[in-house]
């Protein structure tokens, strides 16, 4: 992978931004599998920072035994610049395992990725791994759970916390049902 520390992507795609004070969550963040199991889900701080979802993908592969558990292929809506942060920070040994994945932009978001780079480093049409496959299934997740989003933005984050993962889970156990 060919990158230069100074190039900027034309794509114009991050979202990191300005926090203000009055937001205390920018939203969630969540790992799920093609077939619609929610893996994961976290809380944004501030806004939706690479430094936050690398966290997140850290923690969890290190609690569910390493990037074998998704076969070392993840689909992220913003992966051109979650990829070259990740290889930037060739000092952290920590990220060794996320550094191998086969990272690549989520289908419905490809079409935002101009620049050269991501049509060469993060495009899923031309990975033959991710053919047939439903990369888009956290949008589809979030689309669900944002039936909740009024119910949860008056809670405590304890109470937040209890419920949306108590919502997943039963959402998880009516896709594992399904799937028998």
Known sequence: MEDNEDDQLSCNTQKGGVWHPRYRTAGLCAGVFCCGIIAFIGEIFGSESLSQVVAMLYEYFETAGGVDVCNGNLAYD????LKRFIMR???????????QLNLVVDKMHFKNHVDKWC????????NS???GINTQVCEQT?????????SLSNMR???FQ???ISVCHLRNELF????K
Do not use: G, Q
């Open 78 to 81: 913003d992966a051109c610049h």
């Open 162 to 164: 209890m419920v949306i």
């Open 142 to 150: 979030f689309s669900w759970l944002c039936k909740y989003k009024h």
């Open 129 to 131: 791994i991710f053919n």
């Open 89 to 99: 920070r060739k000092e952290n040994t920590n990220l060794d395992a996320i550094r």
């Open 176 to 179: 594992y049902r399904h799937r």
């Open 119 to 126: 049509k060469k480093n993060v495009n899923p049409f031309s």
């Open 157 to 159: 984050k304890s109470r």
